[in-house]
């Protein structure tokens, strides 16, 4: 007797069931397999008469719904592992992103876990606007039969710290809904309040669905795919096989090409995705920092369940150039300080944020003294945690290989000499060293599965991503148009990839290029510029159909391109700013418009 003789599964149906769970990742499968006992659960067993049985709970009943918005994988990745834990203890749970997330259904859920990152200066990621627009609208129902919790993802670094995950939890319990425990707020170190978040939110979950009828034991219809071995808590040693400045002599930025060899690592990334990479600090810097504090770094620390000298927890461990709200804030009461604390009103918001800009630890320790113990410091200081590059190479290409486009973050501030961590880190790298590295996953910068034309708006290293989409395209033949933006600030020393880009164009890989080099003349020209200039063809793409990709800075020039985006879409379609604005977000509804900032 086969296997499909003792299935109750009809035989003509099994191939459109195996076509259906084809390619699924485990969260989908096992959000489908809670849909499928709910739908279960709903119809009537032959030979039960429905006046014997309690009436079984709808499926918003009998689930957990776990809500995430992403931008760069975090959030994404917490949902997950909160639907494996959900799952795992026996409960219905379903993880579903922002942007594929039906509003109407609000109404009828039950138990609603929402994890969401905030974006530069207090946005939502992109898969979230209309998610948090909806929310904050007329239109938003009554939700006193729902129970919430919120996980707010962010930087400290930031003003807006969380704001995004702070809007929702309010707004939530403005509508009506039963706010289970506090939102959590975690910052870059994610675990620090995501791990006693999720624990207390998996328990609330098996006291909330208790009273629901007995869950009943799902089957896997396919073998789930297993984790990399190689993770972001277990990172590879790759090997560093190239770094190249590719930046001119006269140029005032130091931009790397860097190469990394992933043989044997088994490791796989798709065009669009990132590279994590964990940097240690400057030991100039460490020495720094516990010079001015006239610290040693050989005195013993226990924080949590580690042991270390001083010197590996600031290099090794913690994050000593950006500067976090919470440690300003210890600081300023070590210090006695008044104007520091005067940073901290909420009138003073705009002059903080541009102090971060420009001030790191070492700089705050220095112009405003306190007293530390080795114990305290690396208490009050935020973990140290890894850094994402767009990926800057097709992996259908270059093989068990990955490149990045860094640039060398190396400026001084009142004559001393102030750096980027992680660039500083693979800057210094020399050829044939490990850097440990995972992949990061960005399903949200994706090419088109067609031939579609795509259009791919970038400033400085945020031409990397276009780098592998463009060797992608090539390397499978796409028919579609590839139309690329660029923007920089001089020819001759700042065009990124020249060579490359001259010589796509003549083979026909990339159909059109547009360059802004903002100083090569009196008046300044940025990549938005040149958007305005192309209006009417960059209407006539979209409406055609093209893919629109956005990578840089998310502060200035994601913002300035999004306003000439909607210029343009108002004045090429006919339309007010508010329909250009709709329109837009249509297209990132439908993963049209993507963006990568940072």
């Avoid at 979950?205 to 089957?219: D, F, M």
């Avoid at 190249?244 to 190469?259: A, F, K, N, P, Y």
Wanted: charged fraction near 25%; aromatic fraction near 8%; glycine fraction near 6%.
């Amino acid at each position: 007797m086969t296997a499909a003789t003792l299935s109750p599964l009809p035989e003509d149906k099994q191939p459109l069931v195996a076509r259906l769970i084809d390619g699924l990742e485990a969260p989908t499968l096992l959000w489908l397999s809670g849909y499928l006992a709910g739908v279960a659960g709903q119809r009537q067993l032959p030979g039960r008469s429905s006046a014997a049985e309690p009436a079984a709970p709808t499926e918003a009943q009998a689930k957990l719904t776990v809500l995430y918005g992403s931008q760069t994988g975090n959030a994404k990745r917490l949902a997950e592992d909160i639907g494996r834990r959900a799952s795992a203890a026996g409960l219905a749970v379903r993880i579903v992103r922002a942007d594929a997330y039906a509003t109407r259904e609000l109404k009828q859920e039950r138990l609603l876990y929402v994890v969401i990152s905030t974006q530069g200066d207090g946005e939502p990621p992109d898969d979230s606007r209309a998610l948090v627009e909806f929310l904050a609208g007329a239109r938003a129902p009554s939700l006193e039969a729902l129970r919430y919790a919120v996980l707010g993802l962010g930087d400290s670094s930031y003003p807006n710290f969380c704001a995004v995950g702070r809007q929702l939890d309010e707004r939530l319990a403005a509508l009506g809904a039963q706010r289970l425990f506090a939102a959590g707020e975690a910052d870059v170190d994610l675990e620090t309040v995501a791990r006693p978040w999720t624990e207390q939110a998996l328990q609330q979950a098996r006291e909330q669905l208790k009273t629901s009828a007995p869950l009943a034991k799902v089957t896997p219809l396919r073998t789930a795919r297993s984790t990399p071995a190689w993770h972001r808590e277990q990172p590879f040693p790759a090997q560093l096989l190239l770094n190249q400045r590719i930046t001119g002599r006269g140029s005032d930025r130091d931009v790397r090409h860097l190469e990394f060899s992933l043989d044997g690592s088994g490791l796989h990334y798709a065009p669009g995705d990132a590279l994590g990479v964990w940097p240690s600090q400057s030991p100039a810097l460490v020495e720094a920092v516990l010079s001015t504090l006239q610290l040693d770094g050989d005195t013993s620390v226990r924080a949590g369940n580690e042991e270390h000298a001083l010197r590996t927890w600031l290099t090794e461990h913690r994050e000593l150039t950006q500067l976090t709200r919470p440690f300003f804030a210890a600081h300023a009461e070590r210090s006695g300080d008044a104007q520091l604390r005067e940073f901290l009103l909420p009138t003073a918001r705009e002059t903080l944020a541009a102090l971060f800009s420009r001030w790191q630890v070492l700089d705050l320790l220095r112009r405003h003294p306190a007293d530390w113990t080795a114990e305290t410091l690396v208490a009050a200081l935020r973990p140290l945690a890894p850094r994402l590059y767009s990926i800057a190479s097709s992996q259908s290409v270059v093989g068990d290989e990955v490149h990045l486009t860094v640039s060398h973050v190396d400026y001084a501030l009142d004559g001393n000499a102030r750096w980027g961590a992680a660039s500083r880190y693979l800057a210094h790298r020399a050829e044939s060293e490990n850097v440990p590295v995972f992949i990061e996953a960005n399903e949200r910068f994706r090419l088109p599965q067609d031939d579609r034309d795509i259009i791919m708006i970038g400033a400085g290293t945020g031409v990397a991503p276009y780098r592998a989409f463009v060797q992608e395209r090539a390397e499978r033949g796409a028919e579609g148009r590839n139309w690329l933006v660029f923007g920089n600030p001089h020819f001759h020393s700042d065009f990124l990839y020249q060579v490359e880009w001259q010589q796509a164009l003549k083979s026909g890989q990339l159909h059109r290029l547009d360059l802004a080099f903002s100083r090569d003349q009196a008046t300044k020209t940025y990549v938005q510029h040149r958007l305005i200039e192309q209006g009417r063809r960059l209407y006539e793409w979209l409406e055609s159909g093209a893919h629109l990709y956005v990578c840089g800075d998310a502060n200035r020039m994601a913002r300035d391109v999004h306003k000439a985006l909607v210029a343009i879409v108002a004045e090429q379609g006919a339309r007010t700013t508010e329909d250009a604005e709709a329109w837009l977000s249509q297209l990132i509804q439908q993963g049209r418009y993507a963006r990568d900032v940072y």
